[in-house]
């Protein structure tokens, strides 16, 4: 079993720069495979970014160059910095955890936390 647990979430003006967290307990975090999901009001669960064991990285079109994941193992840590905010960010944002190779489907992950709120006011 993983538990994940989110934090660094608020309200932002456009422009702006967020730091994500997601700290991981449990099993051994270097054997996952790790993601960020996020969902608005009345819209699916869709996929942000995602980092594999060994730190190789995969992003949504709507969030490349502004979007970085990274992973630190020691620290059982995973992190998504967010630049130049927009409006449209403005989401519950999920991390995620599954065996195996990274993956943009939501239905691959094992592992879910209870997310964390982002507003980006225009």
């Known amino acids: 079993q993983v538990q994940l647990v989110e934090s660094g979430g608020g309200l932002v003006q456009a422009g702006d720069s967020l730091r994500l967290s997601c700290a991981s307990s449990?099993?051994?975090?270097?054997?996952?495979?790790m993601g960020w999901f996020r969902q608005a009001p009345g819209n699916e669960r869709e996929f942000v970014a995602a980092?594999?064991?060994?730190?190789?990285?995969t992003y949504a079109d709507s969030v490349k160059g502004r979007f970085t994941i990274s992973r630190d193992n020691a620290k059982n840590t995973i992190v998504l910095q967010m630049s130049s905010l927009k409006p449209e960010d403005t989401a519950v944002y999920y991390c995620?955890?599954?065996?195996?190779?990274?993956?943009?489907?939501?239905?691959?992950?094992?592992?879910w936390g209870q997310g964390t709120q982002v507003t980006v006011a225009s």
């Open positions: 449990g099993r051994t975090f270097s054997n996952y495979a």
């Open positions: 995620a955890a599954k065996n195996g190779a990274r993956s943009t489907r939501r239905i691959d992950y094992d592992y």
């Open positions: 980092i594999s064991r060994s730190g190789s990285t």
